[in-house]
């Protein structure tokens, strides 16, 4: 379906904030947009949130470099130098360095219980996690690049000449240590590398996980001194987080060892779609730092073939998450089906497919009055939940990748219609973590950092006219 087949803007029927008044009248939550990322900087990388999370996050700082890089190049790069510093040496880029200056005992579970110091791949003396988080760095980079203001062009090439082998090795780390079928597709070995936690898209996978009595060193959560218990995953979840951890920490996080014998092995079809997004940006940043970018390309190829080939369920018209252990697919209509629309190469059949869905009453209800997208989860389930973290709530880092991928093609109503709910979500509720779909309140830490990251990007770039917008 071309663009002029697409529905009516549904502004004019349900209520959803329109694109251009929102877009005109969020200058003043730009400077606070920056206000928040100038608060948690700490001067080599920017904190998540200052109470929850006061350590770097992986693919935080990837989103947070995003944004940053429209008015501060510099901190931009210093972010993913940062993080990068932490690398593995097999590759692995940890989805959590510790900060030694943050508060002792602020985070649970910290340094300590990872013990990431028990792998002879770990860096020395800077303690991190012992998983991984999807690999949108190498797309991030290439943003930032893109930002860079003309008289730093030559220091942002270059700071990208010097990243490119480190991107290079993570997502070589995720074709090979991660492949275990050969198929194409790389696997996560906890709930915690999807980011997004505890989605319903891996309950059968994740939820048969018995923690056996006796298994978990008495444990607080500290979590739940900042948030209500309400918006956070459950205890029960919560167990089997900390369960999987440690099963990893006694495999010494031996990626053989680990893949060969977690209890959770799933292929999700939104961190594969970023390994592949990520493929792409890598063939550009190639071509700009002139190295090859046949590799690349070859491997955005792969991924793109597999993903159709593995994970597309053409009877459901929608992809799904697969639990390797179990060979069988993840029913769950979930947000992670729409990752795929960040490939460049999808068949029209498959983007229309996916646009239905997204704009069915499962994750596009016609409510009167205003109403917000996108939800994680199909409102239309009956344990849908607003509040719980993954389980429903909108977050704009899903909404940033859905403007993304819908961006490329060409699906730019639906696109603008989902920046013109995020700005309403902030204007009405601030820079939470994420959002009630239904009555667009606040949820989990305020003054999050990729929300305001998330929110600068998806503005700004949505002032540029349409024919400068990048492809890819
Ligand atoms: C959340 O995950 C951490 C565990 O890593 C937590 O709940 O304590 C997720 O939303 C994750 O995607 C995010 O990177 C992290 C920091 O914002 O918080």
Redesign the pocket.
Known sequence: MSQHQQSPHPSSRSGCAEFAPALRTADALLVTAREVLDANWTGLYTR?SQAL?PHQ?S??SAFIAVGRSWHDAERARQELETLFEAQWETGMVP??VFDPAAPPNAYFPGPDVWQSERSPAAPRGRPTSGIT?PPIHARAALEVHRHAPPNQGAASLAWLERLYPRLVAQQRYLATARDPRGTGLAAIVHP?ES?L?DSPAWDRDFGRINVPPGALAPYRRL?LDHVAAADRPTDADYARFLYLLTLERDADYDDARVVATSPFLTVDPLFNAIRLWSEHALAEIAGLIGANPAAHRAAARRIHEALIGELWVPERQCFCAWDLARGQPEPEQTIVQFGPLLDPDLPPAIVAALCRELESSSFHPRREGLHYLVPTYDEQAADFDPDRYWRGPIWLNTNWLLWHGLRQHGRHVLAEEIVASSVELVRRSGFREYFDPLDGSGRGSDRFS?SAALFTDMVLASRRPRNLAKKG
Do not use: F, K, N
């Open positions: 998540p999370y996050w693919w935080d989805s959590i988080q915690w980011w936690d979590d990729w």
